[in-house]
């Protein structure tokens, strides 16, 4: 078993007499690999949400999306997805290469479903997985400290509209968001290559 609670859970936990439920939680869901069922989920999705770390501690949230199953699971113990291009602040990737500390988050809104998966990432420019996303720019694999099915309560149902339109596919041209049109920051763009 892996356990996921530090000192602050804990303390929280006795005061509002949750010890026991934490506890059997992490002994029934939380693992430190993928099975099955979480590799189905993970495939099953266009989208999760990634936490980092920048060099201050200081966390940030971004939302990543791609075609279905864009996030590969590669093994039970690892994962990749890649970086496409977006509006060239690097938030992810810069924060990957000072704090590789992880948390991602995969949800489904429309059968309220969630699973949480935490570890350590590297970003490269890995070959053999870069040719396999078309106009992505970098691969980032992660190393599952633990992942694990989370209470779907609160999750508001979302009807999905499809995919959408940027997501890069083999042989359809991938359309310019219409802010890298904008006389404000037409001189700074870099080349499309």
């Known amino acids: 078993m892996t356990e996921i609670y530090h000192q602050g859970n804990r303390a929280l936990q006795d005061q509002f007499g949750t010890r026991p439920l934490a506890d059997r939680v992490n002994e029934l869901v939380v693992h430190d690999f993928i099975d099955e069922e979480a590799r189905q989920f993970i495939a099953s999705r266009n989208m999760f949400f990634l936490s980092t770390v920048d060099d201050q501690g200081r966390p940030t949230v971004s939302y990543k999306g791609g075609a279905t199953g864009f996030v590969r699971v590669l093994d039970d113990k690892n994962i990749a997805f890649p970086l496409y ?18 948390g991602l988050l995969f949800i489904d809104f429309e059968e309220p479903h969630r699973l949480r998966l935490h570890g350590t990432a590297t970003v490269s420019v890995d070959e053999s997985l ?12 992660i190393k599952v400290r ?10 508001h149902p979302v009807a999905s509209q499809g995919e959408s339109e940027y997501v890069p596919r083999a042989g359809v041209p991938t359309p310019d968001p219409e802010w890298k049109s904008w006389e404000v920051v037409a001189d700074v763009l870099p080349d499309k290559k």
């Open 146 to 155: 633990n992942v694990f099915i989370n209470c779907p309560r609160y999750i």
């Open 85 to 102: 291009d977006g509006n060239g602040m690097f938030f992810s990737a810069g924060n990957l290469s000072v704090n590789s500390h992880v």
């Open 130 to 141: 870069l040719g396999e996303y078309h106009e992505a720019q970098l691969i980032v694999r």
